[in-house]
């Protein structure tokens, strides 16, 4: 059982490129979010999605899209990366049919952008 | 104003002692969840606990037990029995029922166990 799958792990990145980062479920939760993690930050929410075809902005939306086509699968867009963008990304996801349901986490991208 | 805060950025136990873990939040919604996640150095995130806002009793998952106190507003981790792998940072989340897609993150506390 796979749980949450972040694709890739680590990144290099010169400042204005662009990429993507995949995160994939296997537990049918309806709810996946993107996180990233800086020191003494804790993890700041970025977008997150309520289910199919829907995206919603977090606490640090600028600089980044998402799109969630299908519901196993969230994408995280960087268009033109900057080093403020350097971070480690966390994708996770919950089941929305209790509350006290907790968030499965992926294993993190390291990104750095130069 | 924070949702979670964590105020001890670092912290020492020793191996076998008990350790507890601060976390106050800040909400107006009755309905409220608490979690505790440990990331290790490998970097995961691990779910440890939940306390729920109408829980009657403190959480408790083996080692691991949740001090709640609603009128002050804080539901501290207590780590019993500390070993050498309990070693990692540990993040206090709340999710709001008003709010409830979101999960809001402390800023965490590294736990150093001492041989």
């Known amino acids: 059982n796979a749980g949450v799958t972040q694709t890739p792990k680590f990144r290099v990145l010169k400042t204005g490129q662009s990429m993507t980062l995949l995160c994939a479920q296997d537990?049918?939760?309806?709810?996946m979010y993107w996180y990233r993690q800086d020191p003494g930050m804790g993890l700041r929410l970025i977008h997150y999605?309520?289910?199919?075809?829907?995206?919603a902005k977090g606490e640090v939306p600028d600089g980044y899209n998402v799109s969630r086509l299908k519901k196993q699968n969230f994408l995280l867009g960087l268009e033109s990366a900057a080093p403020s963008q350097t971070s480690v990304y966390f994708c996770?996801?919950?089941?929305?049919?209790?509350?006290?349901?907790?968030?499965?986490f992926g294993q993190g991208t390291r990104l750095t952008v130069v | 104003a924070q949702k979670i805060t964590q105020t001890q950025p670092g912290m020492f136990v020793q191996e076998k002692e008990a350790v507890t873990l601060d976390c106050t939040y800040d909400?107006?919604?009755?309905?409220?969840?608490l979690f505790w996640y440990k990331q290790p150095s490998s970097g995961e995130m691990i779910f440890l606990i939940y306390?729920?806002?109408?829980?009657?009793q403190n959480a408790t998952e083996g080692r691991y037990s949740l001090n709640f106190q609603k009128a002050r507003k804080s539901a501290n981790l207590v780590i019993s029995a500390s070993q050498l792998g309990d070693s990692a940072m540990y993040f206090c989340?709340?999710?709001?029922?008003?709010?409830?897609?979101?999960?809001?993150f402390g800023t965490g506390t590294s736990l150093t166990v001492i041989p």
């Open positions: 996770a996801s919950r089941i929305i049919r209790t509350p006290d349901t907790e968030a499965f």
């Open positions: 537990m049918n939760h309806e709810y």
């Open positions: 999605s309520v289910g199919e075809g829907t995206t």
């Open positions: 909400t107006s919604d009755p309905s409220y969840g």
């Open positions: 306390q729920g806002s109408y829980d009657q």
């Open positions: 989340a709340m999710r709001e029922e008003a709010t409830g897609n979101q999960f809001y």
